[in-house]
């Protein structure tokens, strides 16, 4: 595959995660090449192989001569919430890690906890679509500080498989004041280096979240 080539179809796979993962195609569509390539103004091919890379990604699944959206069955969103449980207590214990050391700028501190606020007000003023957003920059802003690529990009396939298949239940209403003060408790626990504390808080958060879930 050329270099043009695969230019492409890496700008046609994030355009079709970055639907899929929106909500614009949900769970249980059918994608075809020939309607994809219609909308997007390209090739079937760049599709095709966009289409796979997908799948691998467990976004999309093989539906003859199509893919369908892919919706987490409950079973496999319990291994899901499991897994991303474990992996974002080890990220918030690096990042706390990362802080005790003084290994953490400021200006990134900082920042982590501007995204705290802004995601509390937002979801207080009932912009829900947004708040989803912002909840997934905040969880990523912490993976980011732990330093740890592999766990960052584990996270964000985990990340994207679950809010496919949740995205009409990720963010309730009355949940709302018990999730900021739980990103609040997790911000503390970071920047005071509590390690033990920052890994208890963060994986508990989203052991509870799971349970919220229908």
């Not at 899929?20 to 195609?25: D, F, K, Q, S």
Request: charged share 30%.
């Amino acid at each position: 595959m050329q270099k043009e080539e695969c230019v492409q179809v890496d700008t046609v796979y994030k355009r079709l995660r970055e639907l899929i993962v929106a909500g614009e195609y949900p769970p249980g569509e059918r994608l075809t090449e020939a309607a994809l390539s219609e909308t997007l103004a390209v090739s079937r091919t760049p599709v095709r192989e966009a289409l796979r890379r997908l799948e691998g990604d467990g976004l999309v699944l093989g539906a003859g001569r199509g893919v369908v959206v892919n919706r987490l069955t409950p079973e496999y969103l319990d291994h899901a919430y499991e897994v991303r449980a474990a992996l974002e207590s080890l990220t918030a214990q690096l990042a706390a890690g990362r802080q005790r050391a003084g290994r953490i700028a400021p200006a990134s501190l900082t920042g982590l906890e501007r995204d705290a606020l802004l995601l509390e007000e937002v979801t207080a003023s009932g912009d829900l679509a947004r708040a989803v957003a912002l909840n997934r920059q905040f969880h990523r802003t912490v993976a980011e500080l732990a330093g740890n690529p592999i766990a960052l990009d584990a996270l964000e396939r985990l990340w994207d498989q679950i809010i496919v298949s949740t995205r009409e239940s990720l963010v309730r209403p009355e949940r709302g004041p018990v999730v900021s003060a739980e990103h609040r408790d997790l911000v503390r626990a970071i920047l005071h280096g509590d390690e033990a504390q920052a890994g208890r808080i963060a994986g508990d958060h989203v052991r509870a979240t799971r349970a919220t879930l229908t």
